[in-house]
């Protein structure tokens, strides 16, 4: 049976042996870090992270690929920006794009959907110690993998000679192939409300987009900093952006159950406007949404406490996309 190494701690000793340890054994894998974590390394020892980062690309070192850090604590649009900073993280800088969402217990019945539409396949829950589908209200479901793990760290030459390893996403496959009558868990309903620095965050990024100035950097550094716990610094970017002022969203008229979750300028500096919308009472409906400065109009269908994400272009021309832009 083929073993899954994992690297649980975050230190700098604990990297350079699992390093180490990859040097000497072809046959060895390494599942660890987040993205938040690799981009600390980078600024504390580059030498190390070089290291770190050649190994990812040879798919010898398989990153905690999900959320920016590990955190319960965020709402489901500050997970939705998580995973959008920590997907990004990993294609620029390495050209990866990860199947297998790493993070710690969620019970809500928006993360399947995120997870799904963050174009992963799979999740792996720390606390978790079974294998479960979750499903949430809104029609998703995504499969929570568990599997026994070797930490790197505990591992002598001997143990690591006599097995073969291989990373969450290979797991993946088998878990798809062998595991589709596993219990379902259907999960409690919420609806998407940011609070306290969260919101803070969301209405700099409404009132970017509605004035039209690109200030997707400060947003970006600004929630990073959330991330990295530092919401000091997130919050007085936030307060650079927006002043005293709300943003104004009196241009865009909604017919339906749905909200503005977010209004955003596109991370690729296209220029193009990316609204999230929000299913909030909890039935299917067809849903319309115009808006003036935009040039758009456009209806469609959403499910009960779902989620989507449209890119609005200059043209005033409309495309749904993933949830993770």
Known sequence: MSKIAVLNEFSIEAIKDAIQKLDAFDNLKVNGLYAGQLNELEAIDPVLYARVAENIKADKWIPFAGAWTKSDELSEIGLI???LYSARYFLDRFGKKYRVFHGVKLYNDLFPQIVYSSLFDAAVLDSENESKWLHGADGFRTLVMHT???DV????DDFIKENEFISYEELADSFFESHLELETVFLPSKTVKAENIEKNLIDAEKYSAVNGEDKTAEIKEAWISHFNGDD??????AENITGSNAPDESGFKLSGSIELAEI??????????ILRVAQTDGKENSSYIMCDRLNAAFRFEIMPYEIQTFRIGADGRVQEIYICE
């Open 232 to 237: 000091e610094s997130a919050k007085k970017i």
């Open 148 to 150: 026994d793990t070797d």
């Open 153 to 156: 760290t505990d591992m002598d």
């Open 81 to 83: 920006k998580s995973c």
């Open 264 to 273: 955003k300028l596109a991370e690729d500096g296209s220029g193009d406007t």
